[in-house]
């Protein structure tokens, strides 16, 4: 059953009875996901080139890889910085099957002579299109608000002056990890919904930070796990795959996660039974532009949900940057492909690390940072 | 009844005192929701109530005198197709015209309510919001 089926029977039956029933949890989360692009292998030319720079739609591609393979990253921006198409709409285009214009260029070797190209790709024309996220699913995020006299434009969203609102942006009791917080059942290799399709858990999120404070349930209250993903983006539904815009911030993709949680005892049911209620998250001060901001106070994701929350005695409104509605579809269409027998659940093949600390980015000398 | 008017001016229509007209001569009560002006005329959002043929009235004469008038309705539009319902916009619209449905976790758009500020479009990060005036 889906997260939100499972809470209402964990309700009226009880933990064991639900641990008993209940094969799997179905998660789902539908969110700005900024640490996301797609690796793409464009097949050679005649004469042939080694891509030294690309540019899709106008948007830089990484290369510096082999010839002909280029990773387009969903907050690349053009020369102009034109945040209404990034590299994230870029890679929504190609899921919606348009065309888009590549163009590249080379330095010219007596194997690859060719120096420039300009052409048009799409995901018919190119061998591999994979999306390869390396920091997706944040387990718990911040709240942001603004304590400034004037709007902010960040990543949170639009941020009215003098606390006029605040933005939240996980899916709360729906979001994967926030169901399995200790990573017992994800981990590499566990087959997800991704984009529309199956993908898969390729390793711990970059961030991942397992030593974040928790309650006592074991959720926690910070930024903790995140997931690296991968799927096949020629599978993918642009349902699930957006291309979004943060004014005067740039590009982001907004996609679809869902893993399938197996319930193995009384304790993943316990864990799986997590409402927003039990879920807290810190409100920051985002007029404050710190790497450590001080924590404005603690509310759950049942009072965030609420459309207002009260700080510094002031009722201040709310809105998501995840939602719910396509969280909730995520955990209905992974439902329905393990009823159908589509999607198998599959154990991980490593487990993430319990312990790993999360480090800052600091002006060190060379033998500081040895 | 009550209607919520869109008037566009050209320059020469932002002299006149239209809205006291609209008062004094078609006897509507005249709610204004919204004004601007700059150099290449202005844009008011008015909210009319009185007699119907009052407000048809009022309307003529406004036309007359060269005011463009539209429904509300066609001063900010929802693309459906875009909106992901996230709720953004949700926190940061005056008028709460954008209301988030706790059981569907569907956000709707309640276009009576909406005053075409203008507010909710730069905030949309699918860009669903679309102001037309």
């Not at chain 1, 921006?77 to 348009?98: C, S, W």
Request: net charge positive.
């Amino acid at each position: 059953m889906t997260a939100s089926e499972f809470k209402e029977y964990v309700k009226a039956n009880g933990i064991k009875k639900a641990a008993k029933e209940v094969d799997v949890v179905t998660t789902g989360t539908f969110g700005a996901m900024c640490s996301s692009g797609a690796y793409i292998n464009f097949g050679h030319a005649d004469p042939p080139i080694k891509m030294q720079k690309i540019w899709l739609d106008g948007v830089p591609a990484q290369a510096g890889l082999a010839a002909v393979d280029g990773y387009i990253g969903a907050t690349a921006l053009d020369d102009t910085n034109n945040v209404m198409h990034g590299g994230a709409h870029v890679i929504e285009d190609l899921v919606r099957g348009k065309a888009v214009r590549l163009r590249a260029t080379g330095y010219g070797t007596d194997c690859y002579p060719r120096k420039e190209i300009d052409t048009y790709i799409s995901l018919r024309t190119v061998n591999q299109a994979v999306l390869m996220n390396v920091r997706n699913a944040y387990q718990n995020y911040a709240v942001a608000t603004n304590s400034t006299a004037k709007t902010l434009y960040t990543y949170m969203g639009k941020l009215l002056p003098e606390f006029g609102n605040a933005t939240f942006s996980s899916a709360g009791e729906l979001s994967p990890l926030m169901n399995d917080p200790y990573y017992r059942t994800i981990g590499i290799g566990t087959r997800i919904f991704l984009g529309g399709t199956q993908g898969y858990v390729m390793w711990e999120g970059t961030q991942f930070n397992p030593g974040a404070p928790r309650t006592p349930n074991g959720v926690p209250k910070r930024p903790a796990g995140t997931l690296a993903v991968i799927g096949d983006l020629k599978q993918m539904n642009p349902e699930f795959l957006k291309g979004l815009t943060f004014t005067r911030y740039g590009s982001s993709l907004g996609i679809g996660i869902g893993v399938p949680i197996p319930i193995l005892d009384e304790d993943m049911a316990r864990y799986c039974a997590v409402t927003n209620s039990d879920i807290l998250a810190a409100v920051f001060d985002y007029g404050q532009p710190t790497r450590s901001r001080p924590v404005l106070r603690e509310v759950s994701y049942a009072e965030l949900r609420s459309g207002e929350i009260n700080i510094k005695g002031k009722q201040v409104p709310t809105s998501s940057l995840s939602s719910m509605y396509k969280a909730r579809q995520v955990s209905e269409v992974l439902k329905s492909w393990i009823l159908k027998g589509e999607f198998t659940i599959q154990e991980p093949v490593q487990s993430f690390p319990k312990d790993r600390p999360l480090k800052t980015l600091d002006v060190r000398t060379e033998r500081e940072a040895v | 009844m009550k209607t919520k008017v869109v008037l566009t001016f050209s320059p020469e229509a932002s002299n006149q005192p239209i809205t006291h007209n609209l008062i004094a001569k078609h006897h509507l009560l005249v709610n204004i929701l919204r004004a601007e002006i700059d150099e290449v005329g202005g844009k008011m959002v008015l909210e009319l109530s009185g007699k119907a043929d009052d407000i048809r009235g009022g309307i003529d004469y406004l036309k007359a005198n060269g005011v463009g008038v539209r429904p509300i309705k066609e001063g900010v539009r929802r693309d459906d197709e875009a909106c992901t319902h996230c709720g953004m916009c949700v926190s940061i619209c005056p008028t709460k015209a954008l209301t988030i449905d706790l059981k569907t976790g569907k956000v709707s758009f309640n276009e009576d309510k909406c005053v075409a500020c203008g507010v909710c479009i730069d905030a949309c990060p699918p860009r669903a919001m679309e102001i037309l005036i």
